[in-house]
C-alpha cells in the first residue's frame, strides 16, 4: 500500500516548540515524531524498526520472544526449567517502548552481544559498560565512566572508598546510648565524634505493598534502581512517617536492624566485614554502638548504594562524571534457579536480565545524526526508506512518482510519496526535517527519463536514470 504524505498526520514545524526540552526532543518534535512525550506516526515507525533490529538479533542469538506481566511471573515460567538439559535458555519481551531479555545457564554473553550488535545498527554511538550501555550526551543524565563501566549514577557499580576510621577492635556486644535530638547521619556524626562511614542508615522501603529495610554506610545514598531490581519489584516506594511506626515503634532516625525479624533486612556490600558500627535502636532518641553486621543482625548482602565520582570500577580505574543517556541496563538476579545436574543432583542456575530503552535509542540517534536542516537517521531506523518528491504538479510527474513508488514497495523498500500541493521549496524542507535517507526527486529531467536522487546524511545528489532507480536505490539500502 503507498503512503502518501496527503493522507498521513505529518505536523511539521517551521519553529522550535517551546516545550522542547534539548536538540534532540526540539528536533523530534519539529520533526512531527512526537508531541511533548507521545509520539506520531512517524516517531512510532521508528521505534517499531528499533524493536525489529533487536528482535532479529536476538532471535538469531537463540532467544524466544515471551510475554509475561511481572517479574514474577516471568519466574513462575522459569520454574518449569527442571534440567540442565534445557539449558541455556534466552527469553524476551517486547511492550511498552522497552524490551526486557532474561537469560538462563551460560547464556548472557550471548544475550549481551546481540544486544550490542541491535544497539550498534541503530546508527548510535555508545559506550558498552559493564552495568549499561551509555551514549555520550551533553543534555543526558548524570552517569560515570571508567574502565570497563559506564552507567547513570543509580545503576553504576564501584568499589566504595575505605571508612574514614578504622573500625574499633574486639568482639564487642551491642550497647544502648541516649541520643537526644539527633536524627540525621550527619547529626550522629557530630554527637558521637566518628565519621559518618561509621554509621549504619536505615531505609525503610514498600516493594509491591511489603516493607524491607535497606541498611547502607552513613555517608552512602540508596539506589531505589538496585534495590528495585534486587527485590524483582515492580513498584518500589518511600515508607511514610505513620507506616514506619507501625512497623518499628519509633521515627525515622531511630531506626535499625537489631532484633528486626518481622521484615527483610538487606544491607549493602560496603557493610560486608564490618564490625562495631552504630545504628539506630528502634527508640526514639536512643541509639546503638558495637554493632556487627551478620552477628548482631543477619541481612541479605547485596550492592544497593549509588557510586560516587572518584570511586573506582570493579577493574580498578577511576570513574568520572559525565552526562549521557542510558540505552540499555544489565544486571545479574540474586535469585538462581536450581535444576537437575549432569550426576542427577541439584545445580544452580545463574539468572541475568537486560531492559533495552528504545525511546533512549531513538533520542540518543536524534542528537547524534541531525544537521542544520533537520534530522539523519541512520536507514535501519528512518521510518521510511525513501521520499519521492515531484516537483511540479503536473501528470507527468504525478503519474512518474505513482509508479516509482509502487514499484519501489514492490521491491521492498519503504516508500512515502509527498503527493501534497505545495511549492518544491516546503517539500523539500519537510524532506530534510524528517530525515528519510534517501530523496528522489521528479523535475524537469524526467524528459531525459532521469530523476535526481539525494543521500540525506551525505548531503550529495545525483542524477539516475528512472528505469534504474529501484535497482539503485536497493544497492544502496541493502
Request: proline share 6%; glycine share 8%; aromatic share 6%.
Amino acid at each position: 500500500m503507498t503512503a502518501r504524505w496527503s493522507k498521513l498526520f505529518i505536523p511539521t514545524l517551521r519553529e522550535d516548540p517551546a516545550e522542547a526540552r534539548n536538540a534532540a526532543h526540539r528536533l523530534l518534535v519539529r520533526a512531527a515524531y512526537m508531541r511533548r512525550q507521545d509520539y506520531l506516526y512517524l516517531g512510532r515507525r521508528a521505534l517499531r524498526k528499533i524493536a525489529a533490529l533487536f528482535r532479529q538479533e536476538l532471535e538469531a542469538a537463540g532467544a524466544q520472544e515471551m510475554l509475561w506481566s511481572s517479574p514474577a511471573g516471568a519466574w513462575a515460567i522459569a520454574a518449569e526449567i527442571r534440567s540442565y538439559r534445557q539449558l541455556p535458555q534466552i527469553w524476551y519481551r517486547l511492550g511498552g517502548g522497552t524490551l526486557e531479555c532474561w537469560s538462563f545457564g551460560e547464556a548472557e554473553a550471548s544475550c549481551r552481544g546481540a544486544v550490542r550488535r541491535a544497539a550498534g545498527r541503530c546508527g548510535v554511538d555508545f559506550i558498552a559498560g559493564r552495568s549499561e550501555f551509555i551514549a555520550l550526551s551533553g543534555h543526558g543524565e548524570p552517569v560515570l565512566c571508567g574502565g570497563e563501566e559506564a552507567a547513570s549514577l543509580d545503576a553504576a557499580v564501584s568499589l566504595p572508598r575505605p571508612p574514614a576510621a578504622p573500625d574499633p577492635e574486639g568482639d564487642l556486644a551491642p550497647e544502648l546510648f541516649h541520643t537526644p535530638g539527633q536524627k540525621t547521619i550527619a547529626d550522629l556524626s557530630a554527637f558521637t565524634g566518628l565519621p559518618e562511614s561509621s554509621q549504619m542508615k536505615s531505609v525503610v522501603m514498600v516493594a509491591d505493598g511489603k516493607p524491607v529495610l535497606a541498611m547502607l554506610r552513613g555517608d552512602h545514598q540508596l539506589s531505589e534502581t538496585k534495590l528495585r531490581e534486587e527485590l524483582s519489584a515492580s513498584e518500589l516506594r518511600p515508607a511514610s512517617a505513620a507506616e514506619i511506626r507501625q512497623w518499628f515503634g519509633a521515627d525515622a532516625g531511630s531506626l535499625g536492624p537489631v532484633g528486626v525479624t518481622h521484615l527483610p533486612v538487606l544491607a549493602d556490600e560496603a557493610l560486608r566485614g564490618r564490625r562495631n558500627m552504630i545504628c539506630g535502636a528502634n527508640r526514639n532518641d536512643y541509639h546503638l554502638r558495637h554493632v556487627t553486621p551478620g552477628e548482631d543482625f543477619f541481612p541479605l548482602f547485596a550492592d544497593l548504594r549509588m557510586a560516587q565520582e572518584g570511586e573506582t570500577s570493579l577493574d580498578g580505574a577511576p570513574l568520572v562524571l559525565a552526562r549521557g543517556i542510558p540505552l540499555a541496563r544489565f544486571r545479574p538476579l540474586r535469585k538462581q534457579l536450581t535444576v537437575s545436574g549432569e550426576s542427577g543432583g541439584p545445580s544452580p542456575v545463574n539468572v541475568s536480565a537486560v531492559r533495552v530503552f528504545f525511546e533512549q535509542l531513538l533520542i540518543a540517534a536524534a542528537e547524534q545524526r541531525q544537521d542544520a536542516d533537520g534530522l539523519a537517521l541512520a536507514p535501519s531506523i528512518a521510518p521510511f526508506d525513501v521520499l519521492i518528491t515531484p516537483v511540479a504538479n503536473d501528470e507527468a510527474q504525478r503519474g512518474a512518482a505513482r509508479e516509482l513508488c509502487e514499484s519501489l514497495c514492490a521491491a521492498g523498500l519503504d516508500t512515502l510519496l509527498d503527493d501534497r500541493d505545495e511549492r518544491p521549496g516546503v517539500k523539500f524542507k519537510d524532506g530534510d526535517l524528517i530525515g528519510i535517507p534517501y530523496r528522489v526527486t521528479i523535475g524537469k529531467k524526467l524528459a531525459q527519463g532521469l530523476v535526481e536522487i539525494r543521500d540525506r546524511r551525505a548531503r550529495t545528489s545525483e542524477d539516475v536514470a528512472l528505469a534504474e532507480a529501484v535497482r539503485f536505490l536497493q544497492g544502496k539500502l541493502k
